[in-house]
Structures are given as structure tokens and as C-alpha cells.
T-cell receptor, first 113, second 110 residues
């Protein structure tokens, strides 16, 4: 089956710093990856669609200058949370479409203190 | 109106019973429908996908789709305590964008 690896699984950072989250498709090529955010007891909210070799498409209300997405290869997309603040603390999950449907990474728990 | 609606629950069923989870969607052109299971603090994992009207069975799970009524359901037979999780309904309208419901929390009592 399709495997999506996400790293790190958990990160604690100080307010004002930047954090990079990696999402890799291990056994398939993903021209498109998706980044979601999930607050406690809420559903997944799509933040942006990451397209290999081109600019990401951001959902309404998501600041593209704060959440930088780079999809430089067919197997890697990165999300950088810049100048993180406590309100950015959340569970970030990436996803990619394969022959088996939409496969999710294991998620990154970000805590900004 | 939310695009994908689910009862938040919690839905509590005894072990061995059938758990029935329901989902409605607003976009009539929706083509692909998915059920995901999410344990607390973990990422969602795909349980079932269904694309045409009717029932689709996989082990203890049965997905049911009715496009005319715009609803999709998931039945879990012989429910086990390990089935206790949040179940997310997801709908795709044909492009890459998939919309998730808020999820239904299921508790299976031993």
C-alpha cells in the first residue's frame, strides 16, 4: 500500500521561531499533497494544496506568508510555520493521493510556548 | 449548511452490537466517499471507500451510499472496544479537494 511519512511527530518551539514539517511519499510519487490542521475535538481543515514544481494553493483565511509550502520533488513536500505563536499550536497532517485513495502522514503535534 | 455533516455523538454501543454511523453531504456532484477512523492523537486511517449507490462490504464494515438522498453511512458489525474512535466521513467532488465531516465519536462498551 501507499505510505506517507511525516516528520517530526512532535515539536515544541518558542514563540517567534519557525518550524519545518516534512511529508514524504515513500513508495509512490505524489504530484499533489495536502496539508491539514486539526484543533482538539474538531475536524480536519484543509490549509493548502501543494503541487510539485509550482506554487501551493491556499484555502481562504490561511496566510501563505506564514505557512510556507515547498513541493520540490515528487516525493517531498514541506510546511514551514514561520514566526509561530501559541495560537498556531495544533495537529498538522499531510496527505497524498495514491492508487489506494488518500493516505495520511502520522501527523505533527506542534506546541508553541 | 455545512458541506459534510455528521452527528458528533458520542455514540455508545455494547460490545457485539451493530454501530451505525451516518453522514450527509450538500454537493450533488460529489463522486467519491470515504470513511476514516481516527484514534485520539493519531492521523486518520482509511476504512472504506465507496463510489456508487448501494452497499459495499469489507469484513465487519459495510458502507452504504444513496446519492439521491445525499447520504452515506457506515455499519460496524460485532463492534469491539478497539473500534472506539472518531469516524470521519469525507467527500470528494471530482477534483483533488476532499471535504471532511467533523466526525462521530464511537464508544464500544465491553
Amino acid at each position: 500500500g501507499a505510505v506517507v511519512s511525516q516528520h517530526p511527530s512532535r515539536v515544541i518551539c518558542k514563540s517567534g521561531t519557525s518550524v519545518k514539517i516534512e511529508c514524504r511519499s515513500l513508495d509512490f510519487q505524489a504530484t499533489t499533497m495536502f496539508w491539514y490542521r486539526q484543533f482538539p475535538k474538531q475536524s480536519l481543515m484543509l490549509m493548502a494544496t501543494s503541487n510539485e514544481g509550482s506554487k501551493a494553493t491556499y484555502e481562504q483565511g490561511v496566510e501563505k506568508d506564514k505557512f510556507l509550502i515547498n513541493h520540490a520533488s515528487l516525493t517531498l513536500s514541506t510546511l514551514t510555520v514561520t514566526s509561530a505563536h501559541p495560537e498556531d499550536s495544533s495537529f498538522y497532517i499531510c496527505s497524498a493521493k495514491s492508487d489506494y485513495g488518500y493516505t495520511f502522514g502520522s501527523g505533527t503535534r506542534l506546541t508553541v510556548v | 449548511q455545512k458541506e459534510v455533516e455528521q452527528n458528533s455523538g458520542p455514540l455508545s454501543v455494547p460490545e457485539g452490537a451493530i454501530a451505525s454511523l451516518n453522514c450527509t453531504y450538500s454537493d450533488r456532484v460529489s463522486q467519491s466517499f470515504f470513511w476514516y477512523r481516527q484514534y485520539s492523537g493519531k492521523s486518520p486511517e482509511l476504512i472504506m471507500s465507496i463510489y456508487s449507490n448501494g452497499d459495499k462490504e469489507d469484513g465487519r464494515f459495510t458502507a452504504q451510499l444513496n446519492k439521491a438522498s445525499q447520504y452515506v453511512s457506515l455499519l460496524i458489525r460485532d463492534s469491539q472496544p478497539s473500534d472506539s474512535a472518531t469516524y470521519l466521513c469525507a467527500v470528494n467532488t471530482g477534483g483533488f479537494k476532499t471535504i471532511f465531516g467533523a466526525g462521530t465519536r464511537l464508544f464500544v462498551k465491553a
